[in-house]
């Protein structure tokens, strides 16, 4: 039981995995370009950057902390919901003109990197301790597979942009956010059992799924020296 449930998390996280990799390498490409557009001038095209990595540092705080109150679905699902909705905060600004828009967006945009990077994680929880290290060696080499697709697709998504009347360097963000919003769409969905709830002490035996609440009265009892 515990091996089937591990192959199908596993499953889930290759394909958050590979749509991750294609929505961060697909923003991250042209993401100086467009502010350099938008600005007119190279003097600030490293603050994208920047604020991308802020907002992904935050955000790896703030994923890691929903993942431990309300498991890795939701907070995985979360940290890619925000990352898409940076990602069309971004297209948003470009259409509009908005350079505060961007900044912002950029920084929100951040979110899905680090979720991306926790996700590959959710692989292990059921995994074997001689397993571990296949499992997020599976998960790395499935980003790449979308981090090798983004940019290639660059001038695709950037001849639809144009003829969607939007700039052509916010096209990559078009994929960016599908990419992430889907990523987010199939953890919410289909990480069932949460592995994070589900793993046990034991690396040969499943544990019962315990709900936060329930972890939580739990430790209080034990903290209290009650049995």
Request: glycine residues 14%; hydrophobic residues 50%.
């Amino acid at each position: 039981m515990r091996g089937a449930v591990q192959r199908r998390t596993l499953t889930v996280v290759v394909v958050s995995q590979i749509l991750g990799g294609a929505g961060l390498a697909a923003g991250v490409t042209v993401g100086a370009l467009l502010a350099q557009q938008m600005l007119g001038t190279d003097s600030l095209a490293g603050v994208p950057t920047a604020l991308f990595t802020l907002g992904s540092a935050l955000a790896a705080f703030l994923v890691g902390r929903f993942s431990q109150r309300w498991g890795r679905q939701v907070g995985l699902g979360l940290g890619f919901a925000a990352g898409g909705i940076g990602a069309i905060g971004v297209v948003v600004a470009a259409v509009t003109g908005s350079v505060p828009l961007l900044f912002i967006a950029l920084f929100i945009y951040g979110a899905g990197t680090a979720t991306n990077l926790q996700a590959r994680y959710a692989g292990t929880d059921l995994a074997l301790p001689a397993q571990r290290g296949t499992a997020v060696s599976v998960a790395m080499v499935s980003t790449t597979v979308g981090a090798v697709a983004g940019p290639n697709l660059v001038d695709p998504l950037g001849g639809l942009a144009q003829s969607l009347g939007i700039p052509a360097l916010a096209g990559p963000f078009l994929l960016a956010a599908v990419a992430y919003l889907a990523a987010g769409i199939v953890l919410l969905s289909l990480l069932r059992p949460d592995p994070f709830w589900s793993h046990g002490s034991s690396p040969h035996l499943p544990r019962l799924r315990m709900s936060p609440a329930c972890c939580r009265a739990r430790d209080q009892a034990c903290s209290s020296g009650r049995p």
